[in-house]
């Protein structure tokens, strides 16, 4: 499928949500409650099979954290760009998507010790990098690493 056949494809099953292009992907904007049902269904859709999450990152927007997941599917080839906005800077989070691709565990583990973003029904979400003490998360752009340093 090719990315125009493929934006059709997802048009067709989510009219309400926006759609974008990248140089490498089409981009889909994803609500943040319908996130974890959309997942599923371009997981398990037969003709879209997106079972493969290659990428999940955050990124702080200052006003909002956008949380971004790649996706491909091994039996098409063709690649998608999903995002998720995260309006609330003081308790971020998103529902896991943990149950659907395996890589999520730690994409996710990942991305709370660094933003602070907590993924709902996430197996064992922890902090893998940073010590349970440490305070603060250092990819956000509010983030000030002085107060660790003189916590030593």
């Known amino acids: 499928m090719n990315r125009e056949e493929l934006r059709t494809a997802l048009t067709g099953r989510f009219p309400t949500f926006s759609f974008g292009e990248t140089t490498d992907f089409t981009v ?3 609500n943040r409650e ?6 599923k269904k371009l997981h398990d859709d037969a003709e879209l099979r ?3 999450l290659f990428c999940e990152t955050a990124v702080d927007r200052k ?3 956008e949380v971004v997941y790649h996706l491909s599917s091994s039996d098409y080839k063709h690649s998608l760009e999903v995002k998720v906005k995260l309006a609330d800077r003081n308790l971020p989070s998103v529902d896991s998507v943990a149950s659907l691709w395996q890589a999520a565990e730690w994409y ?3 991305i709370f010790d660094l933003f602070g973003i907590r993924f ?9 990098f ?3 003490e440490w305070i603060g998360y250092p990819l956000r752009k509010d983030y000030r690493d002085d107060v660790n340093i003189l916590s030593l």
């Open 28 to 30: 889909m904007w994803v």
């Open 50 to 52: 997106f079972d493969f």
């Open 108 to 110: 996710e583990n990942e």
């Open 34 to 39: 319908e996130l974890f049902a959309v997942a």
């Open 63 to 65: 006003e909002y954290f």
């Open 120 to 128: 709902l029904n996430h197996p064992n979400l922890r902090r893998i």
């Open 130 to 132: 940073l010590s349970d």
